[in-house]
């Protein structure tokens, strides 16, 4: 059984349809990426799906059970954590504070959850007393998705990780995204850098225009030339 399925969704921004029938579906232990164009409904998908937007039609189940339109607090706890592009860290938080922020809703002992992300992340323990706004954006993203993965969770979601990150930079946040996926946490990830995020995943799915392009096997969507040309730029 698939961990996360969106059947259908339709959705937007007030009057403005943004998605127009996406379907997708994330398996236990997979890595899924979803390309495309600007403008294709890529991040509106995530919102919709960890309940910042809710769907006009169609529904997301998660783990068996209909999460569709419920409030995002309601879907933490059922272990789906999404990591947006923008705003993602308290800034005026240290970096401890900020890891402790992702694991409000539990009561108890923090310590060797924290100790966890500090062994993903050896740079966030060399700084775990620094605020996280005078942090690099790298390092930022690692607090952001240090503090997600402090629930535990299913299945983690992040939009543009790599977003505005040096070279060296985003060949560690994907080598990252691979770790955490090797523990057995599925991921589910937006990604510009299309070719790197397709080298990653497990599956892709191409979005344009609100709508599903192509799918199938990353190294596979990689490969054919026609993806490439219309929606990779290659």
């Known amino acids: 059984m698939s961990l996360l399925t969106v059947e259908g969704v339709v959705s937007g921004y007030g009057e403005m349809q943004v998605l127009r029938g996406v379907s997708l579906r994330v398996d236990p232990g997979e890595i899924v990426s ?19 937007l809710k769907p006009w039609e169609g529904r997301v189940t998660f783990d068996g059970e209909d999460i569709s339109g419920l409030p995002p607090e309601q879907i933490v706890r059922r272990g789906l954590c999404y990591v947006p592009q923008v705003d993602n860290v308290f800034p005026s938080l240290t970096v401890e504070e900020n890891l ?45 998705m240090g503090r997600a993965l402090m629930l535990d969770p299913k299945l983690l979601m992040l939009d543009e990780p790599s977003a505005g990150l040096a070279p060296l930079l985003v060949d560690l946040i994907f080598d990252k995204v691979a770790e955490i996926n090797r523990t057995g946490v599925a991921v589910l990830m937006v990604e510009q850098n299309a ?40």
């Open 34 to 52: 979803i390309v495309g164009p600007n403008g294709a409904g890529k991040s509106t998908v995530m919102k919709l799906i960890f309940g910042l």
């Open 100 to 144: 402790e922020m992702g694991a409000y809703i539990l009561d108890e002992p923090l310590k060797a959850r924290k100790e966890r992300v500090y062994e993903l992340f050896p740079r966030l323990a060399e700084r775990r007393h620094q605020r996280a706004g005078k942090m690099s954006g790298g390092e930022r993203q690692m607090v952001a």
């Open 195 to 234: 070719k790197r995020s397709l080298e990653l995943a497990h599956r892709g799915y191409v979005l344009a225009t609100g709508r599903n392009q192509v799918e199938g096997p990353g190294a596979q969507l990689l490969a054919d030339p026609e993806v490439a040309r219309l929606y990779l730029g290659g």
